[in-house]
């Protein structure tokens, strides 16, 4: 099975995306397809790992240029470290951007609660 290959159809269809989210991502240096004489792309498993990896890395907020680099760090290092070191150092930005933004949220609910019965208490007078 450490042999199977996959078709970009296959994985547009696996990860519900276009054929063009995937040569995009081909074209920016995420993943790197075989090609067969004929041109076609054939995908290993690692590169639909790596895949697999882009769009957790983007459901948690992170950019491709991030995505890229933790992708990258474990070609680099086998042992993982790097890539979990430099993913902790994102990771920790994203949790304090995410808290920013929960503050944020947070102010503008309460705000949003005081003109509502603001608004109630003129309707009522």
């Known amino acids: 099975m450490g042999d199977r ?3 970009i159809s296959e994985l547009a269809a696996e990860f519900n995306v276009t054929p063009r989210t995937i040569r995009y991502y081909e074209e920016i240096g995420l993943l790197q397809p075989r090609r067969t004489e004929s041109g076609r792309r054939l995908f290993s498993g690692r590169e639909k790992t790596r ?7 983007k ?3 992170f950019q491709l240029e991030e995505i890229k680099e933790m992708i990258q760090l474990f070609d680099k290092d086998p042992s993982g470290k790097q890539q979990l ?3 902790i150092e994102y990771g920790n930005n994203k949790i304090e951007e995410v808290s920013k933004r929960i503050a944020e949220l947070e ?3 309460r705000e949003m ?3 509502v019965e603001e608004f109630r208490r003129k309707l009522a007078e």
């Open 5 to 7: 290959t996959y078709t």
């Open 51 to 57: 895949l697999r990896l882009v769009f957790r890395g």
């Open 59 to 61: 459901k948690y907020g």
């Open 85 to 87: 070191l430099k993913t």
């Open 107 to 109: 102010t503008v609910k």
């Open 113 to 115: 609660e005081a003109l």
